[in-house]
Every structure is written in C-alpha cells, then in structure tokens.
C-alpha cells in the first residue's frame, strides 16, 4: 500500500480528498503520512498544526513520497510537470490528478513512465454525496486503483469510465452542481417577484430559509423518485404536467426559452474548453 501521500495544491477539493484519506477507509493513513506543499502556504497551516509535513517546491513533495495527488489548476500543469523528470524513481510513485483536461499519458511521461490515476469529482464531495468519475493508465496496479476508488467513495459515488470519456462527463457531473445551483437561484428568484419572500418590504411573506430549503428537498425528492421509478424521465414528466394544467404551461414557458437547449450547448463548451485545456 502507498504509505506516503503527497498533495500539490492545497484547496477546497483537495481538502475534501485528505479527509477521505484520512478516514480509516485507506487503511493506516494518518495526517503524519501527508507531506503538503501550496503556493501560498496559509492553506497547508491548519494540516502542518495536524502534524503534516509542508514543504516548499512541488519537486520536495514528489520526493518524499509514493502517491502524489496532483491538485493544482490545469494551467498550472505546464510548469510543475517539468520538475518531475531528474527526480530519483519516480516512475515508481502513483500519480493521481484531478485537472480538468490534463491527459493521463502527459503526466505518465513527465513521469518516467509512472503509473497515473485521472479523477474528476464534484462539490457534492464536501458533504459526502459526490460522484467521482475515475480512469487510469495500464500500468496501474489493481492495489493502487482500489486503494484510490476507497479515498474518494468515502465521501462519493464512483463511476468508472476510459479516459476518451472524460472531458465529455465534466459537463454531466463535474460542472453540473453549478446549473443545478443555477436553477435553485432562478425558482428563489420567482418566489422572491411572485411576493412570497419575507423582505423589509413585505413582512407576511414566507422566510428566505424555509423557501430555499423548500426548493431543495423537492429538487432531492425528484431525484430520488427518478432513482427509485422504472418509469422514464418523459414519463416522469407527464406525470407531473397535466394536460392544460399549471405545469404544463410552466414547460411551455421553459421550451419558448429553449431551456433543454441551453443546458446541452453548455454541457458542449464545457468539454470543449475541457479540450482546450488540455492542449496547453
């Protein structure tokens, strides 16, 4: 088992990770196994009180361990990567990366070769209800994959695809929170115009919280019955949209909108700025 991890980049995402680490589901890995490096080092403080081990370059960390996750931004890549050619068996180390467009075979071959793990999570992770979309290189051993897929099931769903697929699911699971929390912003939105929000200006209407949270539990109720139901999402629909109803005339509304369009072509510049990426 790789006993020493090492993470390049130290934010919000990579946090989420080192607490899957961390849990017990990786077996003996503790804070002491962790060596931290982030260029701006307020973000390794709280992990070094912890008794992790911070270090300045990108290059210490890669030395002083066996896993290194890779958690900086992809327009970063093109300067770390170079640092890792001269370093002593490193093509020995586990590399795993969470870039978005950053290619597998790139960091192998910066790498001497190394064995490279691709995930690409979501927020959804921080509260334990993520999905991560997972691929690797063939010489991945089966140890190292099922020691990777157990950091990030304990705080998400895992979903097994080839690398040619991974651009293309940043739009489904990566990217989506974003549209879902758009939409969570646009029904508060038209309760706030219909006068049903409590302002300054209209004391007898419903709290802000208790909306939001009203929102949220039918948006997760409609996911688990779509989850729970053999019924197709076009039956779903119909099920809610009776014939010359309200809801009916809500979809109306959302089709003059092109709502379903939007959400495809915006799910398509995301793997193609994903495609992008990956070619810097």
């Known amino acids: 088992m790789r006993k020493t991890i090492a993470f390049i980049g130290v934010g919000n995402m990579a946090s989420a990770i080192i607490n899957g680490v961390t849990s017990g589901s990786c077996g003996a890995v503790t804070m002491s196994n962790m060596v931290l490096y982030d260029k701006y080092s307020e973000k390794t403080l709280q992990y070094k009180a912890m008794g992790a081990t911070v270090v300045s370059s990108e290059r210490e960390a890669v030395e002083q361990a066996d896993c290194i996750f890779l958690c900086a931004k992809p327009q970063n890549f093109p300067e770390i990567l170079p640092c890792f050619s001269d370093i002593p068996n490193v093509c020995n180390k586990l590399f795993v990366t969470i870039a978005a467009g950053i290619k597998m075979q790139s960091i ?9 793990i691709r995930v690409l999570p979501n927020t959804p ?5 993520g999905v991560s979309a997972i691929c690797k290189t063939q010489n991945v051993c089966d140890e190292d994959f099922k020691f990777v897929c157990n950091i990030f099931s304990s705080s998400s769903s895992i979903l097994p695809i080839d690398e ?10 990566s990217s989506s929170p974003a549209y879902v929390f758009l939409f969570i912003k646009s029904i508060y939105e038209g309760a706030l115009e219909q006068g049903l929000i409590k302002t300054d200006d209209n004391v007898a209407g419903i709290d802000e919280n208790l909306i ?13 019955l779509v989850k729970s139901s053999s019924k197709s999402l076009d039956e779903q629909i ?22 379903s369009e939007g959400i ?10 994903a495609d992008e990426l990956g070619k810097k």
């Open 238 to 259: 119909q099920t809610v949209a009776s014939k010359g109803g309200t809801t009916e005339q809500a979809l109306l509304e959302l089709e003059r909108y092109k709502f």
């Open 164 to 173: 040619d697929q991974m651009n293309r699911i940043i739009g489904v699971t």
């Open 125 to 129: 992770i921080f509260i334990g209800k």
């Open 212 to 224: 939001i949270n009203s929102i949220c539990d039918t948006l997760i109720g409609a996911a688990e």
């Open 108 to 116: 192998s071959d910066a790498a001497g070769g190394a064995p490279v």
């Open 264 to 273: 495809v072509s915006a799910m398509i510049k995301c793997t193609q700025k």
